[in-house]
């Protein structure tokens, strides 16, 4: 199976900055990879698919970039609603669709 | 307004077993592909299981092939998850969610608010 990884499991930050977070695939999944955001007791919301292309409705602060097997999730300017964790997701080879483990975002 | 609701969360005892529902509105679950994904508490998302549009092929993680069986109802525009054998290790909030390929990559966009079920004696 394709392994995930996310880094930073956390990560500390404030209204306005730029973060970036970092997936990384076990072996090169073209760019099937997806994004989605999650709020605490909610459901997780897709964010981009394809590595880069934004779901509708998702504010263009939110990019994604990365083919093979690196990826980065850049939030260009951070809003209070943002903070949240956020967690990758590959669809190249399934089963199993599998996930990182996740990055929180904190104030 | 694409809706996914799941029920039939609960708690039950090891080696019990349990029928999950997500009945779906606002789209005909016949014509996708639906998953079930599952976070046991504090934990990241794990894949869990999918079906095609009829029925005809369905797939498991290796922790749940035996045990789980993911089935759907078009008719009734609901998927199911039946659980058998279920162990503390299935304690989770339980996620169903719609699998979009009209783009050409594989996605979940839509997710139901889930359900919890918690194994414990």
């Known amino acids: 199976d394709i392994q995930m990884t996310q880094s930073p499991s956390s990560l500390s930050a404030s209204v306005g900055d730029r973060v970036t977070i970092t997936c990384r695939a076990s072996?090169?999944?073209?760019?099937?990879l997806n994004w989605y955001q999650q709020k605490p007791g909610k459901a997780p919301k897709l964010l981009i698919y394809?590595?880069?292309v934004l779901q509708g409705g998702v504010p263009s602060r939110f990019s994604g970039s990365g083919s093979g097997a690196v990826f980065t999730l850049t939030i260009s300017s951070l809003q209070p609603e943002d903070f949240a964790t956020y967690h990758c997701?590959?669809?190249?080879?399934?089963?199993?669709?599998?996930f990182g483990q996740g990055t929180k975002l904190e104030i | 307004e694409v809706q996914l609701v799941e029920s039939g969360g609960g708690l039950v005892q090891p080696g019990g077993s349990l029928r999950l529902s997500c009945a779906a509105s606002?789209?005909?679950?016949?014509?996708?592909?639906m998953h079930w994904v599952r976070q046991a508490p504090g934990k990241g998302l794990v894949w869990v299981s999918r079906?095609?549009?009829?029925?005809?092929?369905?797939n498991y993680a290796d922790s749940v092939k035996g045990r789980l069986t993911i089935s759907r109802d078009n008719a009734k525009n609901t998927l199911y998850l039946q659980m058998s054998s279920l162990r503390a290790e299935d304690t989770a909030v339980y996620y169903c969610?719609?699998?979009?390929?009209?783009?050409?990559?594989?996605?979940?966009?839509?997710w139901g608010q889930g359900t919890l079920v918690t194994v414990s004696s």
């Open positions: 072996q090169s999944i073209s760019n099937f």
């Open positions: 997701q590959q669809s190249y080879r399934t089963p199993p669709f599998t």
């Open positions: 394809a590595a880069s």
């Open positions: 606002g789209f005909s679950i016949s014509s996708y592909w």
């Open positions: 079906i095609n549009s009829d029925a005809s092929i369905t």
């Open positions: 969610a719609r699998e979009d390929y009209s783009s050409g990559w594989y996605e979940l966009d839509y």
